[in-house]
């Protein structure tokens, strides 16, 4: 740490390679005690490495992305290279550029070598300069060692000494194909499955039979064996305890992915004996709240205290006889090894190893009522990090709902015996305050509910919970809670706003330009009324900086705007800033901003096509496009290319996995590289199919790092016409249950010969037999059904690119349980027949596996997709119920709409209303159905434990209404002066206002120019307005619950509790985490699915593995000179300039027209000219437009990001000629500040041509800490066009330094440690804190740094131990070599 007793030796010349070092006897202590000290060699260790990565694209492609190179299987020790494969190789130090000549790949045991070729590593998790990557050359021998050498004498790096022996690394060709077992040793086996990884997948899926018939058992066992994915699952009932031998036999005929023969292997294993467990099937005690019909009782809410969490209702009244009231009884528990706290009384819950399987005991006369039924009543209380949940059992004859709707709660109470409306219901609110501490309860109110059931409470300001109880014929009925979110603003008077800022990110120190829109919405009116003047705020949160925010006043013009500029402070921390506008404290809009510094690209791509798909056998291609922003060409230049084609799902049951694969091309004089897509088709394993998609992502990396990513991606299709099926019905649909059919047709692709063509639609139902595989016929585009459809219908419409109507049949329902096929098809002008389906439906053995849980089936549908104020909407919905009762709202805040009706009969329904303003802009509507208890309904298919149909249900759907509200546009039109001009340079552009019949207007405009690099690096997407106004309203948050959803018997309860008690009795291989008596995924199942989901990998386990494209690809393009002359390396502009103008306000008069003259800064670049109107009525439009600055001659600095004194560096500038011919340059260097020295010559003359920028680069050397200034000047025929000032900054050396400190820490206070970071270069360190409590922080800085000189110990595979000891800590580390990482 910080010691006295350390001596430093710094030599005037480089250490030797080995060095003995002592002290003489003239050196003493501070105190004059000489120092004796015995010789000390220091040895230079010599180099290591290792192969820490093999990528392999067709092992990826063969497994589904689960071949790994290394494996943990003792005889797999070495690391696997396939055919393709790439050997990723990490040396100790950086890598010297003669390594690649003295590296040798040798086949063990011969003196064959094996050629191979060399590429740069490109790696997130190390240093990029210790890797290299070999790419052998031909096949390899399966089972084969092969050595890559270091000879002897051989220097690694010029900062190691020399390999002073051979250095040695050894990998595989391909592995023969056989099941590698795991080595149990004395571990028994806990699951009836195992898996069984295909190291290499397999040629024919249809070989499982095949490996079937060559496994065998001792003692024999039945089993079976199927493929899951790209690995085997084996499944036998296992007698516990018992031992057993798998045997697999050699067989030719079956083949993995690379054609290698299956080999024989062997397995011993033993089995689990059968486990005891403690079974605690009821609570000691049953806890029954009994109730009064005085409604003055204290609620108590959810919350945590300390380690216990109150679920309950807790009701303080005087107790009443069970025969006088049926009671609302509460239940709650966990297996947990806290305390609980459940009705006021605190209950110790069983040991952690016990079982509590929570089946309340109540009294006999309640659990044999009839009406009695469990619902969930909440689980949001964490405790320690686990959920707990509530359940509470009511056998009141009334259901609750409760909707939480703006800034009222609505009580919906139906009686459950009838499926009426509940007259006459005593309704009262309790509720918490909006605070941490909710033990405070508050009654809101009573009421009587009217004749639909409805009673409506206000909601007072900083509630946050609410609670419902009702009382009806002497019985109470307690309700879940809702919670509430405020909504300040109330629909009469709602402000819509929106800013526009200048820019995607600011560096801290820069200047933020805004823009500011409000109008009020009054009814269906846009106005600026009581806008104008104060009450509005701009609000920051700058990160770093303690509340309260900092707040800006702005000022609303007359026409509803604002203009501002806020400085960014200079030490404000990275990262999202909040932004909020307010008016009279009430928030109107909010964002946030970026604060960032990032490097500013100096050159761009950008990628396209001619279309936007790829139609089979067509010639397509992207194109892809270098520059730079001052308008020139990057040509001759490499360009990585990823490519990967997802598989069109909807033919199977999964989706088939993702091909990958990379190639390079480069780019032309033009600046242009071309890739063709078939190309990319011609390397996939099996054929391009219609649906497909391919995604082509290009990379350019410049020498600066400058990594340029641009995607494009093609649909797979086979016409110009396209058809979008879907469908209301979801895979739980009973059959009988009536569901509608949408499609969609459209072009794929914008063509004027095909707008308003006819189709001719035909949407058909087929059943689809249980081994039928849906496949189209790529020549004629129909599909493979069988029989005849059970449901039709035609549909005639025309297509369009754009607004496609559409179109739908009603009426389609599954006859019985089974899979069925959903097809729309069509025949395009040259007679294709277009085609899209969908698989639909559960066949009965998946019914009998995942039964109907609930009423998620029933839908609500809408006539239109769009309405307008005044329309009559149309919802209809399939009630299941005999008899039920329907509450419906609509409307936006404090306008809601109610409308309830009975429903007397099961089958399709329709309900219809009218639509007002309170709908403006579209709203939210929330469908509640209830129906009570005693329903017949018959379902036709299997149904959960969890569901009772004839139980008291209430369906809640919420669904959007979209409404139109006109949008006005006002046409904006940029116009420069001149496209080109020159840095500094005094300009003008104009800006044009018209209307929708191109007549001027007047208005205001706000313009921003801002450098386009900056733009590219984050976009700022230009927005309309209007899209503000059109969506004026947003839809309040609401909240609804219900006491009749989810519900089961008690009975049913009981039950499941059998259930599980009996799962554990019959098998061993249960572990704690599935015991759940409410896990709805696992109670449906029967005995033997529920075991299938416990298993045992007795093979390496197949995990899905990152795709392996070869980062590196990028890094080993090397650039050709030209292409090298070609690109900047430094930033553009200078910070000041990133947004050189900014009006916030200019006023166009009725010509339409403003004239805006600015002076162009003096940097080169494209800067994007943004105008931005409004006119008084509230139209809107925006423009942008392009503007270059060049020089004839331009410089721009290409200096290094870091330079340290006692460097050596390259410095200089870009060089670009606008000049009509060829000319002759000079760039000099004749100024340079005292910290460098310049190196060499001062001036370079080079032949330069127009458009063809060059890199000019100097020699210096860096003498001392600071600013160094340095002046460039370009000159041709003696004139000098261009004089640039570089600044470069020189940071010092850095040295570790390690401080430490320490601090009394109290529970009750904070305590504040800290320390300031001296000046320092960005991205040019690392800062590594430890902190805790006694001696921990000193041993896990001294761990870290054991651990770091452990290089040669990783290659030795050692196993080892260090343990250090404190005085209240031991810290014990256990290191292994891992075969597939070197990581702890």
Known sequence: WVTTSIARFDPDVDWPEDLEFYVTPEVTTFQGAKIISSPVKFLTPSSS??????????????????????????????????????????????????????????????????????????????NEQQCIILVPIGALEVDTTYDIIVPINTVVSKYGGTTKNEIIQSFSGLHSFRFYFNEIHERKLGAPNFWLNLIHGLARHEDVLLIKDAISFSPPIPFTLTMKDYHLVLSAEFSPGAQYTLDVKANPDILDGFGLPLQESSFSFTMKEKASYTLQATFEEGYVIQLEKDLDWTVFSSHASQDMCKESYKVVATPVTLHNIKEAIIRAGNTDDDTFMEGGVTVETPDETALQVDVTTVPHDVTNATGLWINEAFTNCFLRQRQKSAFFVSSGDVSVTTIKAS???????????????????????????????????????????????????????????????????????????????????????????????????????????????????????????????????????????????????????DSGTFNTTIQVPGDVRYGDVSVSLTRHSNPVWASSIFVADPRIATTFMNINSTHSVYKIGSDLTADIYLGTYTGSVISDAPIGITWFVVRNSREKSSAEHSEFGEFSVTSDNYGIARVSVPTITSRLLSPIKVGDQIFIKSRFLSPTKELLEREISFLVVKS???????????????????????????????????????????????????????????????????????????????????????????????????????????????????????????????????????????????????????DSVKMSFHNPFPKAQVLFFWGNKGQLKTLVTSVTKAGQTDVSFVLGKECMGGCLSRFHLFSGAGNSTDLKVPISRLFDPSGPATIMLSKQIYVTLPVKNVLVQIELASAVVTPGEASEFSVMLSNDRGRPVSGEVAIFIVDKAVLDLKPVPMTSYNESLSQALSFSQEYFSSSSTSVVSFRTYQQLGDLLHKRLSLSPYISESHWSLFDSDTVDLNDSEYFQSFFEAITDFPIKHDDPIDEGRIEALQLSEPAKNALFTSSLTSPSNRSPLFIGTLDVDISGKVVVPWVLPDNIGTFEIRAYAITKDSSFGYAKAEQITRRQLSLQQAIPRVVRVGDSFLAGVTLTSDLPEESLVTVSVYHVCELLTLVGTSNITQTVSRGTPMKIDFRFEAHGTGTADMIFKAEADGIVHDVLVVSQHVAGIQEPVYIATSMAVSASTPSMEGFRLQDSEAFSGILDIYAGVGRLPAITSTGRKIIANMKESWQKKRLFTVVFFGSSHCVFFLFRKSRKSHRV
């Open 407 to 557: 800034s009222e709660i609505f009580v919906w109470t139906t009686l459950i015996s009838d499926s009426t409306p509940c007259e006459g219901c005593q309704v009262t609110l309790f509720s918490t305050p909006e605070s941490k501490s909710r033990s405070t309860v508050t009654k809101i109110g009573s009421k009587t509910s009217d004749g639909n059931g409805l009673s409506s409470f206000a909601i007072p300001p900083g509630f946050a919970i609410f609670y419902v109880v009702v009382e009806h014929a002497g019985r109470l009925q307690l309700a879940p809670p809702s919670y509430h979110f405020d909504d300040s603003q109330t629909s009469d008077s709602y402000i819509i706003a929106d800013i526009i800022l200048d820019r995607g990110f600011y560096v801290p120190g820069d200047s933020i330009h805004l823009k500011g829109y409000l109008r009020h919405l009054k009814g269906q009116f846009f106005s600026t009324n009581d806008l104008v003047g104060d009450g509005n705020f701009l609000e920051l949160q700058w990160r770093g900086y303690e509340f309260p925010a900092c707040i800006h006043p702005v000022q609303v013009s």
């Open 49 to 126: 490495f290792s192969i820490v990565q093999i990528k392999s694209e067709q092992a990826y492609n063969k497994t589904g992305g689960t071949w790994w190179f290394n494996s943990s299987h003792t005889s797999l020790n070495l690391p696997e290279c396939p055919p393709d494969g790439k050997i990723y190789l990490y040396f100790s130090s950086d890598i010297s550029p003669e390594l690649q000549s003295t590296l040798k790949i040798v086949q063990k045991d011969s003196d064959k070598q094996i050629p191979f070729k060399t590429e740069p590593c490109k790696i997130s998790w190390g």
């Open 720 to 870: 110009d016409v396209t058809l979008q099926l879907w469908r209301t019905v979801d895979e739980n649909t009973p059959p009988h249950i009536p569901w509608n059919v949408y499609v969609t047709p459209g072009l794929v692709e914008s063509n004027p010969s095909l707008e308003g063509h006819i189709l001719d639609i035909e949407i058909s139902l087929f059943e689809l037999a249980r081994d039928h595989e849906i496949l189209v016929d790529e020549s004629t585009g129909k599909i493979n059904t069988r029989g005849h459809p059970v449901k039709s219908c035609k549909i005639s419409t025309t297509v369009s690119s754009f607004n496609s109507v559409e179109q739908f049949c009603s009426g389609f329902t599954f006859p019985n349980m089974g899979k069925y096929v959903l097809v729309a098809s069509a025949q395009d002008l040259s007679g294709y027949t277009i085609t899209d389906f969908l698989v639909i439906g559960k066949s009965e053995s998946e019914w009998n596996s995942d039964p109907l849980k609930n009423w998620d089936h029933v839908t609500l549908e809408f006539d239109k997709e769009i309405y307008s104020v005044g």
